[in-house]
């Protein structure tokens, strides 16, 4: 199946999943349940689901098994997109072309919006996994909460606002990254693989890939916040210059960063060698995050 088509099949089943995951009830707080549908539901390149997908699929077919955990992981990155995007953190006013959610239901709302999809994502996953017959199920719920909280983006994030207090060198820079970007792209890699059963070894070729896109995906981002448009991007470049924030382009050059780029997707396909042709979608999505607009 060529990439495109499988691609597009797979942020379809995911969308349709979310569409009914969230149900706005008439009831007095009926506001929580627009706000959290509003930024969930606002498009995004449901880059997260795909990949424990696309992880699980290398050793099975059937996918709805892993459907709970994949959408979780998207209630979890849309969750912290709404809090990044408060006065308190980035202070951005859009998000994917549309108001950010702070701007469209109040900051109040906005955090509890995040609060509240949080919690559902694992409400999710714990349906899951009482449903099922597995350990693996219980194994990848707590790889996915490690990976949500200080020790993963949680503290990433917490880094990130500090900035030049802890980001001196471009080996802390990417400590932060392989936290606030890289701890969830790597659980829904390492979570997949294990809801599918694979061996230790698998894992570890997995995780490898996944820490290598993840610090490649976040130098992208920093990257085409100076050169994409903010039609593009669906929110205002030169955000994190205007912010004062410390990125990959305060230590390198934009062909610098895109040759760390390069050579990161290099070694994140290379470590999928003992795949074979199973792999085959995880390399040609490697591909597609380094050669993005948004």
């Known amino acids: 199946m060529k990439f495109k088509i499988w691609f597009e099949e797979r942020t379809?089943?995911?969308?349709?999943?979310?569409?009914?995951?969230?149900?706005?009830?008439?009831?007095?707080?009926?506001?929580?349940?627009?706000?959290?549908?509003?930024?969930?539901?606002?498009?995004?390149?449901?880059?997260?689901?795909?990949?424990?997908?696309?992880?699980?699929?290398?050793?099975?077919?059937?996918?709805?098994?892993?459907?709970?955990?994949?959408?979780?992981?998207?209630?979890?990155?849309?969750?912290?997109?709404?809090?990044?995007?408060?006065?308190?953190?980035?202070?951005?006013?859009?998000?994917?072309?549309?108001?950010?959610?702070?701007?469209?239901?109040?900051?109040?709302?906005?955090?509890?919006?995040?609060?509240?999809?949080?919690?559902?994502?694992?409400?999710?996953?714990?349906?899951?996994?009482?449903?099922?017959d597995s350990e693996n199920s219980l194994k990848a719920l707590r790889i996915i909460a490690e990976s949500s909280g200080t020790e993963g983006m949680i503290g990433g994030q917490v880094l990130d606002m500090e900035g030049a207090a802890n980001i001196t060198s471009i080996e802390d820079l990417k400590y932060m990254y392989s936290l606030k970007t890289g701890a969830i792209i790597k659980s829904s890699i390492k979570a997949g693989a294990i809801l599918a059963g694979s061996a230790l070894e698998e894992i570890k070729a997995l995780e490898i890939y996944a820490e290598k896109i993840g610090i490649a995906f976040q130098i992208e981002d920093d990257i085409l916040d100076v050169v994409s448009t903010k039609e593009k991007l669906g929110k205002a470049i030169g955000s994190d210059a205007a912010n004062n924030k410390i990125t990959y382009l305060t230590f390198k050059n934009i062909e610098e960063a895109k040759k760390d780029v390069d050579s990161l997707t290099s070694e994140a396909i290379e470590s999928l060698s003992i795949f074979g042709d199973r792999a085959e979608h995880l390399i040609k999505l490697a591909r597609y995050l380094t050669g993005r607009e948004n």
């Open 12 to 132: 379809g089943i995911v969308d349709e999943y979310l569409g009914k995951m969230i149900i706005e009830k008439d009831s007095p707080q009926k506001i929580i349940y627009e706000a959290m549908n509003y930024s969930l539901l606002s498009g995004g390149k449901r880059l997260r689901p795909v990949l424990l997908i696309g992880a699980y699929e290398i050793f099975r077919d059937d996918i709805h098994k892993a459907l709970p955990y994949a959408c979780a992981m998207e209630m979890i990155h849309t969750y912290s997109l709404i809090h990044d995007d408060l006065p308190a953190m980035d202070n951005d006013d859009y998000r994917r072309g549309k108001l950010s959610n702070h701007k469209k239901f109040g900051e109040a709302n906005a955090i509890l919006a995040g609060d509240a999809l949080l919690n559902k994502a694992f409400e999710i996953c714990l349906d899951a996994a009482v449903n099922s």
